[in-house]
């Protein structure tokens, strides 16, 4: 942010909520759609006040459908509207695939370039006790593998309007994955027109020791981590990566590059997923380079469990990311 900046202090909730206000009065076009969107309000109050302000035709409830819902947003954005549609839960948007990847991601292609589809779709992500295997998924590095499709993950207030009107204002669908982690998180976001551009990862914190890549609510626990490890006299920096596709590669090798040590930390699934792909990606370009393997932490590959002690056993922890963190630059 630019020091002349005038910001306010606001929660990663509130900052989504303005930011749909503010894209909204200045575009016509831009709408909301969704599960309770409305007259509720959302359902982590993200649109709250939205339909008392702009009425009923741009902000919509809808039939409890993901698949009719983001289908009937994919018509409207081919026809010139902007839509910005809320998935409840991540878990849902397996619901919606064939919109999504096979009509939504790849029309622009099909097309030869001549017909866009700027949708943008909102989901929460983030295992918590009591979600259970269908309200609790961290699914968000599955989409690396459908071109076509922007993934943004913010992390702080400000992030989150920027890369929310980037990806509002892009010409083709977006995924905005909420971390339940963050939405109460408290920082200063610029007003006016504030953008952040899509594809660029940010360094939280430098160092020089080792490189921490995560993204999400990840980045809270892997900060505490950093602070544990500076008592140990560990300088660890911080890479959060905000936007998966495209994934900022400029930004990751050069602080490995740096450190010469990798960590990926991802409350997703260690298989298949984000963990794997940077883990390769870091192998292929710097593995000469490296004074150890890349260290992979993420979810063990099963449901998410209702339990809060399972849920717990289940995701990356503190103590957990702290002494692999340890093992790495211990190595001989």
Same mark, same amino acid.
């Given at each position: 942010?630019?020091?002349?900046? &005038? ?10 909520? *303005? ?37 009923? *035709?741009?902000? =919509? ?32 948007? #397996? ?5 999504? &990847? ?44 459908? $071109? ?5 993950? #913010? ?41 952040? $551009? ?10 020089? +020791? ?29 890479? +959060?990566? =905000?936007?998966?596709? $495209? ?13 010469? =040590? ?23 370009? !710097?593995?000469? +380079?490296?004074?150890?393997? &890349? ?9 998410? $469990?209702?339990?809060?002690? !399972? ?22």
């Amino acid at each position: 942010m630019a020091p002349n900046m &005038v910001v306010k202090e606001m929660r990663l909730q509130e900052a989504l909520r *303005e930011t749909l206000r503010y894209e909204m009065a200045r575009d016509k076009r831009v709408f909301v759609m969704g599960e309770d969107v409305a007259l509720f309000g959302g359902a982590y109050g993200v649109t709250r006040g939205l339909l008392r302000e702009f009425g009923e *035709e741009r902000v =919509r409830d809808t039939p409890i459908s993901e698949a009719a819902l983001v289908g009937l947003a994919a018509g409207a954005a081919i026809n010139g509207m902007r839509p910005v549609v809320e998935i409840q839960f991540c878990d849902l948007l #397996p619901l919606c695939m064939d919109q999504l &990847v096979t009509l939504a991601a790849r029309y622009h292609y099909m097309t030869g370039g001549r017909i866009s589809v700027p949708i943008v779709i909102r989901t929460k992500f983030g295992t918590r006790p009591g979600g259970g295997p269908s309200h609790s998924s961290c699914n968000h590095g599955a989409f690396l593998h459908f $071109p076509g499709i922007k993934i943004i993950v #913010p992390t702080t207030p400000a992030d989150a309007k920027g890369l929310l009107l980037s990806a509002i204002r892009d010409p083709n669908p977006v995924l905005c994955f909420e971390s339940h982690h963050l939405y109460g998180v408290k920082g200063p976001v610029p007003e006016g027109d504030y953008t952040v $551009p899509i594809g660029l990862a940010t360094v939280r914190r430098e160092g020089k +020791d080792l490189t921490i890549i995560t993204c999400g609510g990840m980045v809270l626990k892997v900060d505490e981590v950093a602070a544990r490890l500076k008592e140990k006299g560990i300088d660890a920096e911080i890479i +959060d990566l =905000r936007s998966l596709a $495209p994934l900022d590669k400029d930004t990751i090798l050069k602080s490995v590059a740096k450190t010469k =040590r990798a960590m990926i930390v991802d409350e997703g699934s260690i298989v298949g997923g984000l963990t794997a792909e940077l883990a390769a990606m870091i192998q292929e370009n !710097l593995f000469s +380079d490296l004074k150890g393997p &890349v260290i992979r932490i993420g979810a063990y590959p099963i449901p998410p $469990p209702h339990s809060g002690p !399972l849920v717990e056993a289940m995701v990356p922890s503190v103590e957990g990311i702290e002494e692999a963190a340890l093992r790495l630059v211990e190595r001989k």
